[in-house]
């Protein structure tokens, strides 16, 4: 809750006139405390799970044919008692575990510093502060998922979300419960090393969650903007570490390609993308 009765004594606390959306933000969050702002997460990530991955969903069931072309497994078929099977039990773990999460977590909100007061951070602090949080979940993230690879942890664990050995946008959260709360640790410890606004806290899971659906989508699509990001790995290169599953070695990086160059575990995927290669020149 913000520690301002107006706009004027906001204005006189900054020493500034605000700016429109640090008005908005004012009339938002000034009569509400800061633990309902911090709940706010987990119903964006439940809007953008259930709003961004439909247009995978509508290609997937046939609505557009011409489509066909960019799906990665095209041998593989969806339809939408699959899709919605899946999706409730995203929705489900999102409601029994992921909230309950949320409402422990906030006393760590509180104490590693993400703050709800004004001023708002600029646009150029929001955007490197979630481009930190993407290279550390990243980094983080490879090694646990590995880790999940070994043979006890796939087989109790892991191999509920590599039920999808053709991946589809729905199930990019889709997992044992165990792993939600296991790699809900690397999407955290960005926010935790280097704390900024609430919004900018919100918008990092949310940009998070579409990276997942659109890597999981099991289409590579050519106008995609993700391409143009450096080290990137996207759909095709995810979709060989389901297409492989409890056999992979390869491809355990979220978001990018460098992890696993680095620690040489992309021979795989390098060894099928030559096959496919060959294949298409003759």
């Not at 046939?62 to 008692?81: E, H, T």
């Not at 087989?155 to 991946?167: D, F, G, N």
């Not at 391409?227 to 599953?245: C, L």
């Amino acid at each position: 809750m913000l520690p301002h009765q107006s706009l004027e004594e906001a204005e006189e606390a900054l020493g500034r006139a605000l700016s429109v959306a640090e008005k908005l933000w004012f009339q938002y969050s000034a009569q509400k405390p800061d633990f309902i702002l911090h709940c706010h997460n987990i119903l964006f990530v439940m809007l953008f799970y259930t709003l961004a991955p439909l247009p995978f969903v509508f290609i997937g069931l046939g609505w557009f044919k011409n489509m066909d072309k960019f799906k990665i497994q095209p041998k593989v078929n969806d339809c939408f008692s699959n899709m919605f099977k899946c999706y409730k039990h995203v929705m489900r773990t999102f409601v029994l575990v992921v909230g309950p999460l949320q409402v422990i977590s906030y006393p760590t909100i509180q104490w590693i510093g993400i703050r709800t007061s004004l001023p708002l951070p600029s646009l150029s602090e929001v955007f490197w502060q979630i481009v930190v949080y993407f290279i550390i979940e990243d980094f983080s993230n490879y090694w646990i998922h590995r880790m999940l690879h070994t043979k006890w942890a796939y087989k109790k664990i892991h191999r509920v979300h590599h039920e999808y050995t053709a991946p589809i946008g729905l199930a990019a959260p889709y997992a044992h419960w165990a792993e939600i709360l296991i790699l809900g640790l690397p999407s955290f410890l960005g926010p935790a090393l280097v704390p900024g606004h609430i919004v900018t806290y919100w918008l990092w899971f949310i940009f998070r969650q579409l990276e997942a659906i659109e890597t999981h989508s099991g289409y590579l699509l050519p106008w995609t903007p993700t391409k143009y990001i450096p080290f990137y790995g996207g759909a095709e290169y995810h979709d060989y570490h389901h297409f492989v599953g409890e056999q992979s070695k390869s491809n355990f990086a979220s978001i990018f390609t460098y992890c696993d160059y680095i620690y040489g575990t992309n021979k795989g995927y390098r060894s099928h993308k030559q096959v496919l290669e060959k294949v298409k020149s003759l």
